[in-house]
């Protein structure tokens, strides 16, 4: 039989900034964990934030033995995470997004998956879900084939081996040795899963894992967002070529087909026609991905087209903007730090 002093102790490392609206909801979320509370250490790491989400997570857990509230001076996500991996007690740690909602079983089901399958890191699906019709569709867009690809943690049914996961649950030592590159402002948990992954370590997706993330709402926030992770995505590659997928690539041919295309087509007829026939394809393409998923809730239908085209348009370009920023770069594969 199992007591509470039996389980694992588990570090559960928030690092936020301007997360108002969302934080209050994901520390009640955790708060709310059917795994033993005496066994989930709460570590916030706030970076500077001008709103009041440092008030409410210092309101939330000052009731709590094992939750504390922290300065993340480097302000990034990769470093509140560092700050947290150096400073936890757990035998298990894993990081949270500011932006989510945990099930109430998902610590224990996470810890259950990470002993019974012996793999280096775990972690659920990125179960996406927006408010108003923009968000909505982000929601389904960014759940499906045709809006990430083969990404599967973000639409997985089956437990199985992917090449990254959401909100990854390691064991301690896992995490210390390898810590997050504080250079990558984004894609900084794909960059480490590389690592893991250069390094023989086996990464597994349980759907089981439930979390909900809040995704972006707007039009211009998720081109701001895809934006950021196409031009961070050209670093993770040059410093894991190994793991280049296919899916990563199709975006930036894409846009620099289109780009080009575009440019060109004033001077060139054989431009013009392989614009039309750009985005006759593209335009098809996305109009039977939008029915297909739209078919459930059919008002999303006149969103999803512009959905779809701004997560695919915004990676491509900022991949493209990434290749000619971090050309001349020096291939570095070790974890980046500023002191």
Known sequence: MTTTADRPMVSLLVAMRNEERFIGKTL????????????????????????RSLQIAETLCASRQLA??????????????????DQARGDIVSIVSAHCELAPDYVSTAVETL??????????????????????????????????????FHFTSVEEEVDTVYMGFCRRETYQRLRFDEEMVRDQDDE??????DEGGRIVCN???RSFYRNRSTF?????????????????MQKHHRQVRLRQLIPP?????????????????????GL??????????????????????????????????????????????????????WRSVGPSRTD
Do not use: C
Request: glycine fraction near 12%.
């Open 28 to 51: 009640e979320s955790i708060f709310a964990q059917d795994y033993p509370a005496a066994r989930i250490e709460v570590r916030v790491y706030d970076g500077d934030s001008t709103d």
């Open 68 to 85: 504390s509230v922290s300065r993340n001076p480097r302000i990034t996500q990769a470093a509140g995470w560092n700050l947290g991996i």
């Open 115 to 152: 002993e019974r399958t012996g793999a280096d890191m775990v972690g659920g699906l990125m179960r996406a879900i927006g408010e108003g019709n923009v968000g909505e569709a982000v929601a389904m867009a960014t759940g499906s084939p045709f809006g990430v690809g083969n990404a599967r």
């Open 192 to 197: 480490l899963s590389y690592r893991l992954l």
């Open 207 to 209: 759907p089981a894992i």
């Open 220 to 236: 211009r926030s998720l081109w701001k967002q895809y934006y950021q992770y196409g031009y961070w995505k050209v670093r993770v």
């Open 253 to 273: 041919a894409f846009a620099a087909a289109l780009g080009g295309s575009a440019l060109l087509a004033p001077v060139s007829p054989a431009a013009r026609v």
């Open 276 to 329: 039309a026939g750009i985005l006759v394809v593209y335009g098809l393409s996305n109009i039977a991905a939008s029915l297909a998923a739209g078919r459930s809730r059919p008002r999303l239908l006149p969103y999803l087209p512009p959905t779809y085209a701004t997560v695919h348009s915004a990676y491509g370009f900022g991949y493209l903007a990434g290749l000619l920023h971090f050309g001349r770069k």
